[in-house]
């Protein structure tokens, strides 16, 4: 392969991987919360569910970004 498919491939896993890994950090956060009997630990779980929607929401966007071409 080219330089130019393997630089293209391993963006492509990149911006997959900013996908799933937030994805299932909030899923985590949310076994946390369901099985947390403490407050704190219920917070913990909110906290860690709100800060992997917000990388989800922000990180591929601005790989893309980034790495756009001109």
């Known amino acids: 392969m080219s ?8 963006r492509w896993l990149l911006l997959t991987l ?3 890994v ?3 950090g ?4 949310i076994v946390l ?3 947390a009997t403490e407050w704190p630990q219920k917070l913990l779980g909110l906290g860690i569910v709100l800060s992997a929607l ?3 929401a922000t990180l591929p966007r601005a ?4 790495w756009k071409s001109r």
Request: charged share 25%; hydrophobic share 50%.
């Open 54 to 56: 917000l990388v989800l």
């Open 3 to 10: 330089g130019g498919e393997d630089q293209a491939r391993q």
């Open 18 to 20: 900013a996908r799933i």
């Open 22 to 24: 937030p994805a299932l």
């Open 26 to 29: 909030a899923a985590f956060g």
């Open 63 to 66: 790989l893309a970004r980034r």
């Open 33 to 35: 919360i369901g099985r």
